[in-house]
């Protein structure tokens, strides 16, 4: 029984314990400072003791009744600042910014904070902001507008440095301290902004202009490679298509281009056939008419040529023996007269009976030498038209036979004129030898055969009528495409 009542005295006295020391024993969150009043204490980093305690991060008995513990955040705290300020240029500016600060994290930070702000915590942003906005006017109305957009860093440096000591007497320490936003209510910043605004937005359209351009460039080149690519598939198509009608056309013409090769080729033999027979006609002709007729007319040249050189001979010889007749009679007239005279004279005749008797004698000897001229003229004349005559007989038969035997006669006289073009030459080169010096002088003998045609036509035009009235007798002419060979004519020395 006594057992049992020690056993529950015992116990009820841990229990007592127990709630005693939970009643005791307080613990500091991470976030949080213990505030201990109620006994005199001393703080560490404090000369004097300030009558509390400063517990963080751990646990401390507290006694009941005599001493107060209170608790002070550690946690962030957020100030908004919206100060209106004055620039060194005196332009009114709206500053806003946001500060970030807690309570310090060592006894005299938060001793201090503790002394001012344990019972209004939340009044804590209230006097930050007071504190920033004071020295925020203080130092934007050392700066230009210019200054506050350029230099950001500089307000706020100058700005956290100037609030540092103040924030610390108060017990706390700036985190972050950010220039937010700066409003002009006079548009000063606008208008400060204008001129890059519209150079930002000239280079814009400049560029996009230029963006443009290119794009219509490459727009353009692509639409001109596109139009090339389809001109040479086009192309290659209508090349394709011309190659394949072109087979088609082969195709259907081999049929026939056959059947003309093979016409052609017999016309070809036929033609060769008709050449044969024609070249057999022609030398039968040649065999037949040709050579019969050249012998024929051979013949008449020959016998007309006989009889001209008869009558001319006959009327030359008959002309030289009356010259002769006359001119011995002259003579032996003179001599008479003449003898006569001496005789006149030997007799001791007067002078003027001899003299007429010399002129008597005289004038009877040119009258005998008159005659005798004549005579031997007039029988030239007859030779020479016996002998015209014949020439026009034998021309009316052979015109060609006639304009030899001219050119025959003539032949020396052709020829010393054709190489009088040689008299005046001092130096002749020739380039092939002997071969042309003979064809040359063939050249130059030839000169006078150009005659021969202008005879003929010469000819032809004065005796039409001789020869239309001759046609019927003459030879048969050779027939066309038969060749003609001239018979050479022997020129008369004596002619």
């Known amino acids: 029984m006594l057992i049992g009542t020690i056993a529950g005295i015992v116990a009820a006295a841990i229990v007592v314990l127990i709630v005693l020391f939970k009643l005791c024993w307080r613990v500091a969150e991470p976030n949080e400072a213990l505030i201990i009043s109620g006994s005199r204490h001393r703080t560490e980093g404090l000369a004097d003791g300030l009558g509390f305690r400063v517990v963080t991060g751990r646990g401390t008995l507290v006694t009941p009744g005599i001493q107060v513990v209170r608790k002070l955040s550690l946690d962030l705290n957020e100030a908004d600042l919206d100060v209106e300020c004055v620039t060194s240029q005196g332009i009114p500016v709206q500053v806003k910014g946001v500060v970030i600060f807690k309570v310090g994290d060592d006894t005299v930070s938060i001793a201090n904070a503790a002394r001012r702000f344990l019972d209004q915590q939340k009044m804590m942003g209230q ?5 920033f906005a004071g020295h925020l006017r203080s130092i934007v109305g050392g700066l230009t507008v210019e200054e506050m957009i350029r230099d950001r860093e500089r307000l706020t440096g100058e700005t956290r440095a100037a609030s540092g000591t103040e924030m610390e007497k108060l017990g706390l320490i700036i985190d972050s301290l950010q220039i937010q936003e700066i409003l002009d209510p006079t548009g000063y910043i606008k208008n400060l902004a204008a001129p890059h ?88 002709l040649q065999a037949e008419v040709r050579k019969p007729a050249d012998a024929r007319a051979y013949e008449t040249r020959t016998k007309a040529e006989a009889d001209r050189d008869a009558r001319i001979s006959a009327a030359e010889a008959q002309a030289r023996e009356t010259e002769l007749k006359a001119a011995a009679e002259a003579n032996r007239v003179k001599i008479a007269a003449q003898a006569e005279a001496e005789a006149t004279k030997a007799r001791g005749l007067a002078s003027a009976e001899a003299t007429k008797a010399t002129g008597q004698a005289e004038a009877a000897a040119a009258e005998a030498k008159g005659l005798a001229t004549a005579e031997a003229a007039r029988a030239l004349g007859l030779a020479e038209a016996e002998a015209i005559k014949a020439r026009a007989a034998a021309l009316a038969e052979n015109q060609e036979a006639v304009v030899a035997q001219q050119l025959a006669e003539n032949w020396p006289e052709i020829v010393r004129a054709g190489a009088e073009a040689f008299g005046n030459v001092e130096h002749m080169v020739l380039l092939n030898g002997a071969e042309g010096m003979g064809e040359m002088f063939a050249k130059a003998l030839t000169m006078g055969g150009t005659g021969l045609g202008l005879a003929r036509q010469l000819l032809g035009s004065m005796n039409p009528a001789t020869e239309a009235g001759q046609e019927a007798d003459r030879p048969a002419r050779p027939a066309a495409g038969t060749t003609t060979h001239p018979i050479p004519v022997q020129a008369d020395p004596g002619a």
């Open 127 to 131: 006097r930050v902001h007071n504190v």
């Open 197 to 284: 605004a519209a150079a930002v937005q000239r280079d814009a359209r400049i560029a996009a202009a230029a963006a443009d351009r290119e794009a219509t460039e490459a727009e353009q080149e692509a639409f001109a490679r596109k139009a090339e690519a389809t001109r040479n598939s086009g192309i290659q198509q209508a090349g394709y298509q011309a190659e394949m009608d072109t087979a088609a056309a082969r195709a259907l013409q081999a049929g026939p281009l056959a059947q003309a090769a093979s016409r052609q080729e017999v016309v070809v033999q036929e033609t060769k056939v008709a050449e044969l027979e024609g070249h057999r006609k022609e030398q039968q």
